[in-house]
């Protein structure tokens, strides 16, 4: 009795079909980590993907600092959204700080 005969190369699955969808959605998701090259003076090109993931465009301002010898970089957006969760909660509810501000300018001035 002899052994079934196992295909063997390419026979063994035959191939997915194609699908474009699959692809685009592979695109969409920005790899998590990215090797990339230091150039020219101290350059690096952040991919697509993620400038994109970040919401950053061509021009846009960026704050960098080194954390436990990791370069972050973060969008100046992100950045002020960040501060202003953060400072957030030490504002009172109803509180406004601007009229506060303004109330003790005034005072000062002799405004009021």
């Given at each position: 009795m002899t052994a079934p005969e196992t295909p063997k190369g390419f026979a063994e699955e035959?191939?997915?079909p194609y699908s474009s969808r699959i692809r685009e959605e592979l695109l969409r998701k920005p790899p998590r980590f990215e090797r990339l090259r230091v150039g020219d003076g101290g350059r690096v090109v952040i991919p697509?993907?993620?400038?994109?993931?970040?919401g950053i465009k061509p021009g846009d301002d960026l704050v960098a600092h080194v954390e436990n010898g990791e370069l972050r970089l973060i969008s100046h957006q992100m950045a002020l959204t960040r501060v202003q969760e953060e400072m957030a909660k030490y504002k009172k509810p109803g509180?406004?700080?601007v009229d506060e501000f303004l109330a003790e300018r005034r005072a000062m001035w002799g405004e009021e």
């Open positions: 035959p191939q997915k697509a993907a993620m400038r994109e993931e970040m509180e406004s700080v």
